[in-house]
């Protein structure tokens, strides 16, 4: 019998697998009651910095869904946090920076020496998720992709259509080169450390990258994946790129030296296979699906189901975007046991 972390590892290399493998982005998080109950007595930081927590909040969902496999839990912005930018997370107005990027004297300021060392927490806790999961589920580890975390690091939140970083990329290219440099060394050391934890896969999850019209993503964007990419390639995992509202980028992201793709739920797959012959792709129901009912659901994972078939091998069932606050858990369950008993 195949396990789910063959299943996932078979998939993401565009093997024959059984049924496509599912897991779903920010499968743990507030839509859940344990992941409520344990911030209640606990700030975001610390859920992130100690493994015990952090890893009670990765298994909930796989107790509670048949998904095959586990996220290591963190944030993408624990880059930013760890060069010094100071990062906070507001109530209801989503993440703030103290310290953001301006100008040269801001960039002289970012620490990074000794950032390894600073973010050894996050592929800690992906050793003491994998301990807890066992080899037969598979785990994948993430980072955030530097123009997305520029972003984050220019406006502080993302309330602006991110005004401040594209005004930059503008005004001072070559600062904006420098700032993308040190986002994308950072990202590809912590990603080669959550494989060498343990990951099966790594996540780059480009957020804002639909923001930048093709020719400025080519421009700033692509260079800063390539080389985050392209040293973590020799370490043999798969290397999957998600990018927001990316639609018009297919036919560059290719160059992104990504193995596979996380596709957001406005492109059909069949088109994001025909731009992207040679790669696994994962995604791609509406997360507002969720809120429609079980019976929606279960009609749309279905059809997804269905077209993944017509399409060939290569397919990992996903959200095309995070699970939203808010969705019951009853429609994630329906998604999930859909995926499993087929139709
Ligand atoms: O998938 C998982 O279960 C792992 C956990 C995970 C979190 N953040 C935990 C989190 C992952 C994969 C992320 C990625 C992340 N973080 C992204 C990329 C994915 C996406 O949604 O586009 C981005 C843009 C961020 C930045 C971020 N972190 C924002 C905008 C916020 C606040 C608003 C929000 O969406 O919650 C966070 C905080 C955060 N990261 C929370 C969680 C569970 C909520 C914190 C809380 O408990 O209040």
Redesign the pocket.
Known sequence: MITPRQRLLRALHREEVDRPPVWL??????YLPGYRAV?AGHG?WEVCRAPELSTAVALEPLRLFPLDAA?V?????VILDALGLGVS?VKGE??SVARPLYGQADLDEWQTDGLTRRLSYVPEAVRHLRAAIGEDRGLLG?AGAPW?LFGYAVDGNSSSELLGARTLLRTDPELARRALGVLADAASQLLAAQIEAGADAVQI?D?WGGLLDRDTYAAFALPALRRLIEPILGLGRPVLLFV?GGHHLLPILGQSGATAFSIDWRTPLSEARALLPGAALQGNLDPTLLFAGEDVVQGATRALLAEMRALGPGFVVNLG??ILPGTPPEAVAALCDTVVHGD
């Open positions: 982005m920010r499968q743990a998080g507030r911030r975001f996220i839990f963190s944030d993408i912005l997370f989503g993440p993430f997305t999850f957020t927001r975007h995070g």
